[in-house]
């Protein structure tokens, strides 16, 4: 896919002005070529809290929602480079949208939610303790614990950042497997989390490392009663991103897998 010249700027809550500090809460892409802009607002104030501490949520929630309807409203005419300038900088309140950076596009749509997970969305944690303390307990039931490589940390330099996960095992691939929870009241949120893994599954397929040679995701997903009817669509999310799917309720393939892998490199 060929690709095309745009333009995005980071959505920012930035409390005082005179310390220029602010945190990221929202992208906006501009695509001219492709007559498309289009802004992705995080869902909570997790990162403002983070960095600001307690804030009047109500009063910062509706501003948001102010920028985020308003570049609705606006969007025809903000098709051009001058023009989505213009409205960057007429933004005066604790809610900012910096000046339009330049960046290479190929799907404006895909683009702008990789530009989220990349510089919005909150990094990744190391996956809860509970989760990867029942993994390995199903490992060592199962009598494959032995067969598994601990404590891995891959450095992803396509997104600039290192994943750590707890397990890991050789099978033609490094398989780096990460125990992930989806036991949430929100579906959005559940996707949004299922998408994050897949795009950095996909880097890790694109990509080798020089210790380990090609590399793989393995997500093993845990869910709630609320949350198991999107086991078919997180599982066809990490598939078409070449993300191996596992869940909980089924380990058996996964077990077979890592005890094939073993005997496959113990002959060869």
Same mark, same amino acid.
């Given at each position: 896919?060929?690709s095309?010249?745009?333009y995005?700027?980071?959505?920012?809550f930035?409390p005082?002005?005179s310390?220029?500090?602010?945190?990221?809460?929202?992208?906006?892409?501009?695509?001219?070529?492709?007559?498309?802009?289009?802004?992705?607002?995080?869902p909570?104030n997790?990162?403002?809290?983070?960095f600001?501490?307690?804030?009047?949520?109500a009063?910062?929630?509706?501003?948001?929602?102010?920028v985020?309807?308003?570049?609705?409203?606006?969007?025809?005419?903000? &098709?051009?480079?001058?023009?989505?300038?213009?409205?960057? #900088?007429?933004?005066?309140?604790?809610? /900012?949208?910096? *000046?339009? $950076? @330049?960046?290479?596009?190929?799907?404006?749509?895909r683009?702008?939610h990789?530009?989220?997970?990349?510089?919005?969305?909150?990094?990744?944690?190391?996956?809860?303790?509970?989760?990867?303390?029942?993994?390995?307990?199903?490992?060592?039931?199962a009598n494959?614990?032995?067969?598994?490589?601990?404590d891995?940390?891959?450095e992803?330099?396509?997104?600039?950042?290192?994943?750590?996960?707890?397990?890991?095992?050789?099978?033609?691939?490094?398989?780096?497997?990460?125990? &992930?929870l989806?036991?949430?009241s929100?579906?959005e949120? #559940?996707?949004?989390r299922?998408?994050? /893994?897949?795009? *950095?599954? $996909? @880097?890790?397929?694109e990509?080798?490392?020089?210790n380990?040679?090609?590399?793989?995701l393995v997500?093993?997903?845990?869910?709630g009663?609320?949350s198991?009817?999107?086991?078919?669509?997180?599982?066809?999310?990490?598939?078409?991103?070449?993300v191996?799917?596992?869940?909980?309720d089924?380990?058996?393939?996964?077990?077979l897998d890592?005890?094939?892998?073993?005997q496959?490199h113990?002959?060869s």
């Amino acid at each position: 896919m060929q690709s095309k010249n745009g333009y995005y700027s980071l959505i920012q809550f930035c409390p005082d002005r005179s310390k220029l500090e602010a945190a990221n809460v929202g992208v906006m892409l501009l695509s001219p070529e492709d007559q498309f802009i289009s802004a992705k607002l995080s869902p909570d104030n997790a990162r403002i809290r983070r960095f600001f501490g307690r804030q009047d949520w109500a009063f910062l929630n509706e501003q948001k929602n102010a920028v985020g309807e308003r570049i609705q409203v606006d969007a025809s005419r903000l &098709l051009n480079l001058k023009a989505l300038q213009e409205f960057c #900088a007429k933004r005066a309140n604790q809610i /900012r949208i910096t *000046e339009p $950076r @330049s960046i290479l596009i190929s799907d404006p749509e895909r683009d702008l939610h990789d530009l989220y997970l990349r510089l919005v969305a909150e990094p990744r944690r190391i996956a809860a303790p509970r989760v990867v303390t029942q993994l390995k307990e199903a490992f060592r039931e199962a009598n494959v614990d032995q067969l598994v490589r601990k404590d891995i940390e891959i450095e992803v330099r396509a997104l600039k950042r290192t994943i750590s996960a707890p397990f890991g095992y050789q099978n033609g691939r490094f398989n780096v497997i990460e125990p &992930l929870l989806f036991e949430t009241s929100l579906p959005e949120e #559940a996707f949004d989390r299922a998408c994050r /893994r897949a795009i *950095e599954g $996909r @880097s890790l397929y694109e990509h080798e490392e020089p210790n380990r040679g090609r590399l793989k995701l393995v997500v093993v997903g845990k869910f709630g009663e609320r949350s198991s009817k999107d086991i078919p669509v997180v599982a066809d999310l990490m598939r078409e991103n070449n993300v191996g799917f596992f869940s909980f309720d089924n380990l058996e393939p996964l077990i077979l897998d890592i005890r094939h892998a073993a005997q496959t490199h113990l002959q060869s």
